[in-house]
């Protein structure tokens, strides 16, 4: 019961959202967080989150700790999304270097797939354009069909969005 209070108590709830807003600051260094730790003690963090939410044992902690989860969460969606903005930022690099463009295009690809378009910012004029430019500069066509794919996955998951949110009134797929 130690170890439940320690991550379900007030001070960790305080650290945590201290966690939180600091990632989710964009003038925020994460490769300082990074350096100390950041990605291991968030793991930590939802892997004992997650035991507590399985637990069926003790129901009293069962909310607090799915509150605590959704915490958690919001932080790995920060991290997600400037580790998305760096690979981007590698895609853009004039590199001929093909392993590099392999590299930040298979760990795109994998975010991409992790949390598709979700955020309004992934559809931007800016990464679009990004985008383009990435797709008229490459001839390879293993790279340009990855690169398509990740496109692909961005519009479709920004489309279904748009056509499942509760407040879209007036249109399903459905019907």
């Known amino acids: 019961m130690g ?5 379900l108590g007030n ?6 959202a201290l966690l939180n807003n600091i990632v989710a600051n964009k003038s925020t260094n994460m490769m300082l967080l990074f350096k100390e730790g950041l990605a291991h003690h968030l793991c930590s963090l939802l892997t004992a989150a997650v035991a507590l939410c399985l637990d069926a044992g003790d129901k009293g902690s069962t909310k607090p700790a799915s ?8 932080i790995l969606q920060c991290v997600l999304g400037h580790t998305a903005g760096v690979v981007r930022q590698a895609l853009q690099l004039p590199s001929e270097d093909t392993e590099i463009f392999a590299s930040a295009s298979q760990c795109l690809s994998l975010l ?3 949390y598709g378009g979700s ?3 992934r559809m931007s004029p800016e990464n679009m354009d990004s985008f383009a430019e990435v797709l008229k500069s490459k001839k390879d066509t293993q790279q340009l069909k990855l690169l398509l794919r990740i496109v692909k996955r961005l ?3 920004k489309l ?7 407040s879209f009134v007036g249109f399903s797929l459905g019907e």
Do not use: G
Request: charged letters at 10%; proline letters at 3%.
């Open 160 to 166: 279904a969005f748009l056509l499942y949110r509760p």
């Open 155 to 157: 519009v479709v998951t």
């Open 11 to 16: 001070t960790m709830q305080t650290a945590i």
């Open 67 to 74: 509150a605590l989860l959704l915490s958690l969460l919001d």
């Open 3 to 7: 170890h439940q209070d320690s991550i």
């Open 119 to 121: 955020s309004q910012e």
């Open 112 to 114: 991409v797939q992790l």
